[in-house]
């Protein structure tokens, strides 16, 4: 459910928001259309050169060590193929809440985000901790299915206990033009996640593809009750990168000057090494600034980047580099 | 719950550049003293330590510099223009090769940021010489006819708002044509040209080719006025220039003057709103708005004004002002205490002539010349904020209510370098593009710069071209 924040001091914004309906705008599929297609445009040099200058900050020593631990507490920590079994899930599980069997100090990841028929297992396997269990559903990744089976889908991950569903959107009938049909199927899925579970609403961009989609697919997203905005399923070409990701923060950012409504963001797939990480709690902090930099409203989609968090982590607290041998293949 | 990201310091190493205590001028080939043994401390303006003590060129100096440019002239300019280029590409490549301790070196003695010497100043200036390089042995083909003859030697007098670039844009040109140089530096920022000086012995440029004189404005005009001197390049204030251009008024020499600027940074409705917000903030704030085509009026439509002016301020306080050595810093420090002076001035002139000024919550060093990013609102073209050239991290904020309005404001004013366009549709760009008297038009970006690409004034922004094809033409004789 959207967390309702107060807009305090430390929200350069305060004040800014507004009383205007925007309940109105996804009255009608015209109405809809106008109000996404009114959005500021995004000029693609001027973005992807703000994301590459912003990538140029040199984060060292303290900053560094918090940027790593800030950035492990938010991995959801992923496996998403057709051979997972229990076995894995459940070493995934342990991995998530121990990620440093060395290092007690090492903070958990945020969640595990397993394939929905995984969920009762998963959430066996982090019982007891803070750990959370996401699941994708809707069809996912390509998410062509009836909305009776999405919906499906949905019910039987939160029946199972999941506390976050990872949604896909219609790519399909967003290119065509039929954004209220997006809409209306991410309310649906939100009214299936019922009060228990938050729902993260996954773009495709490298479907979507254009800057000006993106944006206007994190309003949709948002207008109909998205609690997190997330890149990509990790499962084609082009997934989170800094620019995408730094668009979806401006956009989170001016949704809740205008609703008052704070809006999390995922990006996922392709977020490899801790250097990418800290550049992308550098747009955070940069861009919608400090409240995000939190896992309740961000997240990194990833599997292959815990580990090289960890390694950096014992570099800095020694000194020197281990290896891969230091630190565990779950 | 969320905490605030605290990032540390991360500052270069100071000791990737090795500044001696004492630097001659660099006449013939080698280091001198002046005639006169003059000397003059140059500090960082960011902490006012003293970096180095230069040798303070005078009349003698300048006569001495220009009969060796002379005599430099016969072997250059008879050099094939292969010859000429493989020169210029050495000392592009030793630029490239030793960045780090020039990004370091210049950022020391002009106070702007490592960020902006090591990722846009250093780049430029190689690129320069790489581009000019190529030009030196296709003068045949550059659209002046066959075989275009040099002018002889060139006096070249650069400011210090980019001191290694300006060189690099002065004498790239003028080596490729094959014309011979006295160059002077500005006073508060001698010692990357100095460094040029030894790259150009490493390169084994041939004596006298460069010559680069320390000094103050009279030595500038000693050489401006010297009587062998066939052409001369200046850029600087609108004012000195009008005093160049009246020395060299009944001679022979040929002029280009790069001048003063008050450019405006058009927002219209359907901008792509973040991105003009960052354009805003590169156009007036890169290089603590000491830039001649700095974006220093925003002109916005009045129907997002307050939008736009909430995001720009919501910007602003995420700047970095502080240690220019620290790579995280977006702001550096101002050149000088005169500047700074200056800015100070004109700011509280706005102030006082009504305009409402508002500036970031930022805490300014407390040694050196530092002045917080500004911007005025409620600014009309009837105020001097509006109308004088700062150069300075201020912007002032006026409105318009249509494309006309934006095109009539935009070119009242005695300058004319530079204009941007936020806007996302074409048409209106380029119909507005057209209207605009100024020498460079961006749109949906600000303050790019390409070696290829020409630059220069309309009206009291000077005249001729530097850069591209067009920038030879100004060192042919043609």
Not at chain 1, 93 to 104: E, H, I, L, S, Y
Request: glycine share 8%.
């Amino acid at each position: 459910m959207p967390t309702s924040v107060s807009p305090g001091a430390h929200s350069p914004t305060a004040g800014r928001v507004s009383n205007a309906p925007l309940t109105d705008v996804t009255a009608s599929h015209s109405s809809l259309r106008r109000f996404l297609h009114g959005l500021p445009g995004v000029d693609a040099v001027g973005l992807e050169a703000r994301a590459a200058s912003l990538g140029t900050r040199s984060i060292k020593a303290d900053a560094k060590a918090y940027a790593i631990d800030l950035a492990i507490s938010m991995v959801d920590l992923t496996t998403l193929e057709g051979a997972d079994t229990p076995g894995k899930v459940r070493a995934l599980g342990a991995k998530a809440m121990r990620p440093d069997p060395t290092d007690r100090a090492t903070p958990a990841t945020a969640a595990v985000c397993v394939y929905p028929d995984m969920v009762a297992v998963a959430k066996e396997a982090v019982a007891g901790s803070d750990v959370k269990v996401a699941s994708v559903a809707t069809a996912f990744p390509a998410g062509r299915a009836p909305l009776a089976v999405k919906l499906a889908d949905v019910r039987e991950a939160v029946a199972a206990g999941t506390d976050e569903i990872d949604m896909v959107i219609d790519r399909g009938a967003f290119l065509a033009g039929d954004y209220l049909k997006v809409h209306d199927e991410i309310t649906a899925v939100k009214e299936a996640c019922g009060t228990s579970a938050r729902l993260k609403v996954i773009f495709e961009t490298g479907e979507l593809s254009t800057y000006d989609n993106i944006r206007r697919a994190s309003w949709l997203a948002m207008l109909a009750g998205a609690d997190f905005i997330k890149t990509s399923t990790g499962k084609v070409a082009v997934n989170a990168t800094p620019s995408n990701t730094l668009l979806m923060l401006e956009a989170v950012r001016d949704f809740r000057a205008q609703t008052g409504v704070q809006v999390g963001v995922k990006p996922a797939g392709g977020i490899r090494t801790s250097k990418d990480a800290v550049k992308f709690l550098v747009l955070v902090n940069e861009t919608a600034g400090a409240d995000w930099l939190d896992n309740h409203w961000f997240r990194f989609g990833a599997s292959s980047l815990l580990n090289d968090l960890l390694l950096q982590r014992q570099k800095l607290a020694t000194g020197r580099y281990s290896g891969p041998d230091y630190v565990t293949v779950d | 719950m969320a905490s605030v990201f605290e990032y540390a310091p991360a500052p270069e190493s100071r000791s990737a550049v090795d500044i001696a205590p004492a630097y001659g001028l660099f006449v013939d080939g080698e280091f001198t003293d002046a005639a006169d043994g003059k000397v003059f401390k140059t500090v960082a303006p960011a902490t006012e330590e003293v970096l180095s003590e230069v040798a303070q060129a005078g009349e003698a100096d300048v006569d001495r510099a220009v009969r060796a440019a002379r005599k430099a002239f016969t072997g250059w300019s008879a050099l094939p223009g292969t010859e000429r280029a493989k020169y210029l590409f050495r000392i592009a490549r030793i630029i490239q090769e030793r960045s780090r301790e020039l990004a370091v070196l210049e950022t020391l003695d002009n106070g702007k940021p490592i960020r902006e010497t090591r990722d846009s100043d250093l780049p430029l200036v190689a690129a320069h010489f790489f581009y000019y390089a190529g030009w030196a042995d296709k003068l045949d083909h550059a659209g002046f006819g066959a075989n275009p003859r040099p002018l002889g030697v060139a006096g070249q007098v650069i400011p210090w708002n980019f001191p290694l670039l300006m060189l690099a844009w002065k004498i790239a040109p003028a080596l490729a044509t094959g014309n011979t140089v006295v160059l002077k530096p500005a006073e508060t920022t001698p010692l990357s040209a100095l460094f040029f000086a030894d790259i150009c012995r490493q390169a084994g440029l041939p004596r006298g080719v460069v010559n680069i004189l320390p000094g103050y404005g009279d030595a500038g005009a000693a050489l401006v006025a010297h009587p062998d001197v066939d052409k001369v390049a200046f850029t600087g204030s609108t004012a000195v220039g009008k005093e160049i251009a009246r020395t060299v008024a009944g001679t022979a020499k040929k002029l280009t003057l790069e001048l003063g600027g008050k450019g405006a940074n058009i927002v219209f409705d359907d901008a792509p709103l973040d991105q003009a917000v960052e354009g805003v903030v590169s156009g007036i704030f890169f290089n603590q708005g000491q830039v001649c085509c700095a974006g220093s009026r925003l002109l916005v439509q009045e129907s997002i004004h307050d939008e736009l002016l909430d995001a720009l301020k919501r910007r602003l306080t995420t700047l970095r002002l502080g240690d220019p050595l620290d790579k995280n810093t977006d702001i550096g420090a101002i050149n000088s205490a005169e500047q700074l002076a200056r800015i100070t001035a004109l700011a509280d002139r706005g102030e006082a002539e009504g305009a409402e000024r508002w500036s970031p919550e930022c805490e300014l060093p407390s040694s050196g010349y530092w002045f917080a990013p500004t911007l005025f609102t409620n600014v009309t073209q009837a105020h001097t904020i509006a109308r004088d050239e700062i150069f300075g991290p201020v912007l002032s904020v006026l409105t318009f209510r249509t494309p006309d309005e934006a095109v009539a404001k935009a070119n009242n004013t005695p300058y004319g370098l530079s204009a941007g366009i936020w806007t996302e549709k074409g048409s209106r760009m380029l119909a507005v593009a057209n209207r605009l008297r100024a020498g460079v038009v961006w749109s949906n970006t600000f303050n790019k710069f390409d070696p290829a690409s020409p630059f220069g004034g309309y009206k009291e922004s000077g005249f001729g071209r530097e850069g591209g094809r067009h920038g030879l033409e100004a060192y042919l004789d043609v």
